[in-house]
């Protein structure tokens, strides 16, 4: 069983991989920066559960070919 902090380091360790000027916009909460999106998963606040949502959605898209199909 994988626990949720195991998910959230999981997160994290994707968000750090990618470029420095990466960013997220969610909804009304507005615009967030890589280092902005790794502080809110390590803080497990709303913003960070959504943008764990979010990357989980991205992974079992590529898991499951999703993103690949022609």
Known sequence: MVTEQEIKQLVIERLKTLPEDT???IGSHG???KNEMITHVEEGDDIGKKIIEVE???LRGLKEGILYEA
């Open 23 to 25: 960013g997220m916009s």
């Open 31 to 33: 615009d967030f920066g």
């Open 56 to 58: 989980l959605n991205f």
